[in-house]
């Protein structure tokens, strides 16, 4: 189901609960900032899912609310992930989901990482 993502943070989301350590992962990459891991559905033979520690919604939320620190260190771990991955040639994609429109099912900030294949048109017409 889509999530409103002007909705407060939900602190008993899928990924808050992963970065409790509830709920196991297949951890790809940690630091202090972010947590990278194999998405559960993979929509390409690559498919990493990189999130912030902090509690965040969204693109905007995150860029509004996240620290200098916070928002400098998930961009340098999607680019890690990337490279450790071998994705940078041939190419990846990365998409991050916000709200209903663009049926962002977790309500918890994430960047998904596609690469291993040609992944076609982004949108359709």
Not at 7 to 26: H, M, S, T, V, W
Not at 61 to 73: K, N, T, V, W
Request: charged share 25%; net charge negative; with cysteine.
């Amino acid at each position: 189901m889509p999530i409103d993502a002007t909705l407060p943070y939900d602190d008993q989301n899928i990924f808050a609960k992963i970065l409790r350590g509830e709920i196991p992962c297949r951890k790809v990459y940690e630091d202090e900032f972010a947590l990278a891991f194999d998405d559960i559905n993979p929509q390409a033979p690559t498919h990493v899912l990189v999130i912030p520690k902090g509690a965040y919604v969204s693109w905007d939320d995150f860029s509004e609310r996240g620290s200098e620190a916070e928002i400098a260190g998930l961009a340098r771990a999607v680019g890690r992930v990337a490279r450790d991955a071998g994705l940078v040639d041939p190419g990846y994609r990365l998409l991050i989901n916000t709200g209903v429109n663009s049926h962002q099912e977790v309500p918890h900030l994430h960047v998904h990482i596609f690469g291993g294949k040609p992944l076609g048109p982004m949108l359709a017409r």
